[in-house]
Structure formats: structure tokens, C-alpha cells
């Protein structure tokens, strides 16, 4: 399928999603957030793509947030409702993607570039980035998930004084804040990810996706229902035949062969 405003690479088993929008700082319109739910359904249900990773075109910027000039030709209540709930679906599909997703972060996310990047799994950040929710600047708050995966992420207090604030932090800072999993030199952005996708889909498929789901859900519930969704979940894992490939490759002392199944 071709795209408008993103790319769309299929690496090996790794998946790479790049919006492609450098003269408009990758800013997220309708159009390119409907491209990039179509990308992630496509991508999501292909069986041979184990990771993917999303970045954005150009040195510059990763996502400069949701595309200005469509937020002020917002009409009404219903029509900003339907704008953020396009992007919701799109976050939410991410955040569901049985496979892990690697958010490679090229330069500035802010807004909907922060919230984006939050949607994934593990970020891995250029020197240069920034980071930040900077909708209140612009008499808005944050519609793409920020007020609720922000201070889950890095606490309510510092989500507020972020939110409140609308100020950009540099990456050092994200990474200090547990908003970034590692902070690389800017042309080891796509390196490191590339290598950290490589690594996961070397994994089952079956049993990152029975991790994933462990950690997502059970963050959602109190600790007892946590521990016990893991339980059932380590339950099913224990069913498969890569834990009985896993475990009898570790004592014969070679390299187990996954088959996702
Ligand atoms: N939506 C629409 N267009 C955007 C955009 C956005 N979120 N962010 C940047 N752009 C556009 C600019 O309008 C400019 O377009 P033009 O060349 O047609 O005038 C182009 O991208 C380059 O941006 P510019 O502002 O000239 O780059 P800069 O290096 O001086 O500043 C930023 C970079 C990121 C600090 C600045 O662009 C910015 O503050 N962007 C908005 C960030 C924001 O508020 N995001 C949240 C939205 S809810």
C-alpha cells in the first residue's frame, strides 16, 4: 500500500514505520495518523515482522506534535473530539501490538510526539531530542493520552509541572525522568534500535507477546490481580512448545530454535 506522509520498510523481521513530513517537522495531520493506523494494522498481523520501530524523517524531529494548522480549524467540541480520537485509536493500537515496538527518537517530540513515543515500549532517544507537552501554550491541553500515560510514566507531580508548564526538557533530563529507556549519540539512533529489534525478534514471538500483555495489563490493576494474571499468563507460556524447546536447549547447552508456537 502506498503512503502519502509516512514510509513504510519491512527489514528482515523488523518492521520500520517513519513519518515523512521533515518540511512540517513530521507534525501529525489526520491524514498521516490514518496512514499510520492502516501501517500498524499491516504490519501488527503480519506474522513474519517481530519488532517494529517507529521514527521520523529528517535530523530534526521525531513528531513536532498534532499539526497546528488542523487544530485551529477545529469547529466545534464534536469535531476536536473526532480529531483526538483518531489519534486515541491509533495510540491504543500501538499500545496493544502484540509485538514489542521500539520508538526511535530522532529529534523533537513534543505533543502528540510525546505521546506517541509514550504509546511504545521502550524509547530510545537522540542527544538532541526534546521532549515535551507543550499544549498549553497553545491554549489546549494534551488530547493524545498525555495526561494519563505521562504520569504514569514519570510521576504526578512531574507530569503536572511538565503539563502546567508546557516547557521542552532535553533527553538527559527524559532519561533522568524515566520517560526514556537510553539516550545515544544522534546517528546511533537507528543503529541501536535496529540491534535492540534484532535482539527481540530473536525471542518467541508467542512468549514476548504472553510478557507484554503481563506488564500492560497488570500495570492497570491493583498488585494482587497483577500477580495473578502473571500466574495464568506463566501458565500458558509453560503450554507451549518454546518453553519446552527453551528449557531443553538450555540443558543440552545450545541455542534454542523458536517456532512461536
Ligand atoms: N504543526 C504544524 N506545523 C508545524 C508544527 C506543528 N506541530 N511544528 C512545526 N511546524 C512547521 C512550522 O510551522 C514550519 O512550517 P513553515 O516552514 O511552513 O513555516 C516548519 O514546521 C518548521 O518549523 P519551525 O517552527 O520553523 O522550526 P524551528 O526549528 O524554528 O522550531 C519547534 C521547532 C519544534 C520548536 C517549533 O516548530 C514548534 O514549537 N512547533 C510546535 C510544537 C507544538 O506546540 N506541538 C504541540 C502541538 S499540539
Redesign the pocket.
Known sequence: MAFQNILVQREDSTGIIQINRP???N???KATVGELIQAVDELGSDVSIRAIIFTGAGE??F?????????SALKSPVEAMEWVGALHSLLNRIDKLEKPTIMAING?A????CELAMSGDIRIAAETA?F????I??G?I???QGTQRLPRLVGRGMAKLLIFG?D?IPAAEALRLGLVEQVVPAAEVMPAARALAQKLASKSPVIMALAKKAINEGMETDLQRGCELEAVLFGVAASTEDRTEGTRAFLEKRKPIFKGR
Open positions: 518540511d512540517k517537522l507534525a501529525l495531520n530534526k524531529s513528531i513536532a506534535g498534532a499539526d497546528i494548522e488542523e487544530l523533537f513534543l505533543g502528540g510526539g526534546r515535551g507537552q507543550p499544549e501554550n497553545l489546549l494534551p488530547g493524545g508546557g521542552a
